[in-house]
């Protein structure tokens, strides 16, 4: 596929971030009517699971950084036949007015936003009084002991390793210390666990490889064959811990989030 955000959508959604989606959208209760803007809303699978619960009279806004991940977001639900406003932006400073949403969503997103205490403003800014946040993250890597090894020998291959950021805000008190910080109230925390399923093991290994190295230097310095040769070597001392993990023709791991909800 041409654009890595179409394989996203059709492999990490319907298998983490579909049924993830579908606990953060309980805990922040869209009702009839509801503004809503979920920020990083990448493919849109937390935009379309709001739309239908926020009619009538609601509106649902997508926005995202990624170009990609907003063509997928806006052929998918104009397939799904739902109306979605989807705008390219950075959360830090998002383009719309104060007070034009009653319900602000992101699922783990806030790690990967260059500024978090700036985009916990933003998202407060553009609430209206009253309005609800609720907010997604990962749990510590040390919950999730597969990708806490996968973590371990990228690092020692490599020198550095993109799997820690993906949990990086696993400590709830931090969390919730930028939340209030912007100037949220009545923090609220749930911290559900889930088992999710991926088919394919090797595939689904080779993606979380490709994935995690991508934006380390000294990968992106080695030429398209080098670069094929570690990601085979990291993947060969993964087998163990793969297979572990391997029921069938399925990788099988638990998942452990956060579930952050707060007012304005």
């Not at 990624?66 to 109306?83: D, F, I, K, N, R």
């Given at each position: 596929m041409s654009n890595p955000a179409k394989m996203y959508e059709s492999y990490m959604v319907p298998t983490l971030f579909g049924p993830w989606a579908?606990?953060?959208?309980?805990?922040?209760?869209p009702q009839?009517?509801?503004?809503?803007?979920?920020v990083g809303c990448g493919t849109?699978?937390?935009a379309r699971g709001i739309a239908s619960r926020v009619e009538p009279g609601g509106k649902v806004t997508?926005?995202?950084?990624?170009?990609?991940?907003?063509?997928?977001?806006?052929?998918?639900?104009?397939?799904?036949?739902?109306?979605i406003n989807w705008h390219e932006g950075q959360a830090e400073s998002l383009p719309f007015p104060d007070g034009s949403f009653d319900l602000v969503t992101s699922q783990y997103a806030l790690m990967f936003f260059a500024d978090r205490a700036a985009a916990l403003a933003e998202m407060r800014r553009v609430l209206a009084d009253g309005g609800r946040l609720a907010v997604s993250t990962w749990q510590p890597i040390e919950r999730h002991p597969f990708y806490n090894t996968l973590n371990s020998t990228i690092e020692?291959?490599?020198?550095m390793s993109g799997v820690k950021e993906i949990f990086c805000l696993g400590d709830e008190n931090e969390v919730r210390r930028l939340i209030e910080g912007a100037g949220l109230r009545e923090v609220e925390l749930q911290s559900p666990s889930m088992e999710n399923r991926f088919p394919e093991p090797e595939a689904f290994l080779a993606g979380e490889i490709d994935v995690d190295t991508a934006a380390i230097p000294s990968m992106q310095q080695l030429s398209d064959e080098e670069r094929k040769r570690v990601v085979e070597s990291i993947s060969a001392e993964m087998q163990g811990p793969l297979a572990e993990v391997t029921q069938g023709n399925e990788v099988v791991l638990p998942f452990h989030a956060h579930i952050f909800t707060a007012r304005k």
């Open positions: 579908d606990q953060l959208i309980a805990a922040a209760a009839p009517g509801d503004r809503v803007l979920d849109g699978v937390v997508g926005v995202d950084l990624s170009p990609g991940m907003l063509e997928v977001a806006e052929e998918t639900s104009e397939h799904e036949g739902l109306s020692e291959r490599l020198g």
